[in-house]
């Protein structure tokens, strides 16, 4: 039977991973760099990056103890090229997934020993960031992993522009129709819900570089918060507060401090919900949910009550023009 052409993808992805070294063969290079120029622009390359960029080492284990994998350890599907979808706040293309950042990272992926036993299967994935490219991206699914990790993962993680991430499909309640939920947001892009195929058969399936879209400048609203502590005696000093789309608590969320007037700057964000964190009180108690409409001023206002305790005692929203009617 004739291949389709998603099989003839995969087969030359192979034969690409296995002309570099990367799925057996010669050694691959010892040492891959990810760096981000002062202009934001991101490229790949196997040697350090130069001075006054942001320079992250990918992988740096000798090639003698990489582990190259022989072509047929792990099943591969990939998609064929430049397919795309776009959904709401996102878009997905598989235009570069035979470039060199793309190869090593499949191949990084297929040495997951959950692959490596035939009893699993993951989705791989690149995150990119339209406009801004210097934002924090909050993920969220049933298990996820980065490149180097060869064990544990959790359901929330954060990445930078470039980076990959594995999803591992492990069965979830989120699951729907064969499909595993993928949520992905940033405080200057909004969230993105994406349903992804769980792979029909254990192996390594890839998705794609998935673009998180940016909000229109129309379409940000600003976040102010305030704090009364003052008056309670054994307050914390040095109040801030963790803000994030999807998460907050531990290292999870952007820490926004109050000065000694209990204020904090002006925060723009995306429209969307927000997740509130201050973790000067008590971990438990002290987290809080706020919506933000598009172009909307929101103010914060906290209260504490005890040195452990602190609650919102009032919000204020100011509508945007067009939604006010001005």
């Given amino acids: 039977m004739p291949a389709t052409p998603f099989e003839r993808c995969g087969r030359a992805l192979i034969a690409a991973l296995s002309g570099l070294g990367l799925l057996g063969g010669p050694p691959a290079a010892a040492a891959l760099y990810k760096c981000t120029g002062a202009d934001g622009k991101l490229r790949f390359q196997d040697r350090p990056c130069a001075a006054g960029e942001r320079s992250t080492e990918i992988e740096s284990a000798a090639p003698s103890a990489r582990g190259a994998a022989a072509e047929d350890d792990v099943e591969l599907q990939v998609p064929e090229r430049g397919a795309a979808q776009r959904g709401e706040n996102f878009r997905i293309d598989t235009r570069e997934v035979q470039s060199a950042a793309w190869l090593e990272a499949i191949a990084q992926a297929s040495r997951q020993p959950s692959l490596r036993s035939r009893g699993g299967s993951m989705t791989l994935l690149r995150v990119l960031l339209e406009g801004d490219r210097s934002a924090t991206v909050q993920l969220q699914a049933a298990k996820l992993k980065g490149l ?48 992804v195929a769980v792979p029909d058969a254990d192996g390594l399936w890839v998705l794609g570089d998935v673009t998180l879209l940016e909000a229109p400048t129309a379409q940000k609203g600003t976040l102010e918060a305030t704090i009364e502590a003052n008056g309670v005696a054994g307050a914390p000093q040095g109040i801030a507060m963790r803000l994030g789309p999807i998460a907050v608590g531990g290292r999870y969320g952007a820490r926004i401090a109050f000065d000694s007037l209990g204020r904090t700057r002006p925060i723009s964000l995306a429209p969307g919900s927000y997740e509130i964190a201050m973790p000067d009180f008590d971990a438990v108690t002290s987290r809080f949910r706020v919506e933000l409409g598009p172009g909307e001023r929101l103010r914060v206002h906290f209260r504490a009550t005890s040195p452990r305790v602190v609650e919102i005692f009032e919000i204020d929203r100011e509508p945007s023009p067009a939604s006010s009617g001005r």
């Fill in 148 to 195: 180097g990790e060869s064990s544990g993962g959790g359901s929330h993680r954060e990445a930078s522009h470039g980076d990959f991430v594995l999803i591992e499909h492990i069965h979830a309640s989120t699951r729907e129709r064969g499909k595993d939920r993928l949520t992905l947001a940033s405080l200057s892009h909004g969230r993105a819900e994406i349903r």
